[in-house]
């Protein structure tokens, strides 16, 4: 559902008269690709990548020349991936955290899967970019996966109450904003409207691949 509604922003925010205006997009939504934070936290010995790097071939064998990847999980194996392809992959992570600093945030909150937590992939991101982090406690961030995967990824509404005692957890840390560090999660500001202390990492790509790709864009939240 997260590529959906990253398919959904890119077409709902390009300014366009007609079909032809809008960006000329080939996605793959391999739902076999293994578990990323199942293989990251060693849970798993099914390595992701070989799946991603096949795909992403292929993408580009269709004729893709730029690759967004909507899913921060996945953004492990960035270094990996991107230096094996002969075209741009956008960086999710380094585009969101980069955005929270031009925002004037300087301690930002992770909201994420285990898996990009246990990573550092938004740790190292946020301290090459000079901004101050924080994530969930243990407890909370088990509460955190919970509504990821039991939840979300089950198509069932979300607990709003746990996961907003979750975002005051890293509100009392003095964290400014709290990315929403799994696509997943984004679909929580679709579903249930969050304020601006939450910023979408989705959002976030979707403005940059418009960009990118030289398509006028309107209706954005920053």
Known sequence: MSTVYFYEMLTKHTVAHCDQDHLDIVISSRAT???????????SHEDPFAVMEQDARMLV???????????????????????SL??????????TARQAKKMGCTKLGILATTGTVASGTYQ??????GLQWAVPS???QSALMEIIYCQIK?????????????ADELRAAGCQQAVLG?????????????????????????????????KPSEGFSF
């Open 86 to 95: 002969p075209v741009p992959v956008l960086n999710m992570v380094q585009l």
């Open 182 to 214: 799994c696509t997943e999660l984004s679909l929580i500001k679709r579903d249930e409207g969050l304020d601006s202390f939450f910023l979408d990492s989705t959002e976030v790509l979707a403005k940059e691949t418009l960009a990118v790709c030289g």
């Open 154 to 166: 089950q198509g069932q509404r979300v607990d709003m109450a746990r996961f907003m005692e979750i």
């Open 61 to 83: 064998e269709y004729g893709a020349t730029l690759l967004a990847i909507p899913c921060n999980t996945a953004h492990y194996f960035y270094d990996r991936l991107s230096r």
């Open 33 to 43: 690709t293994p578990d990323r934070t199942a293989y990251i936290l060693g849970q």
């Open 124 to 129: 190292a991101v946020c301290e090459a970019e």
């Open 138 to 140: 243990p407890a909370r």
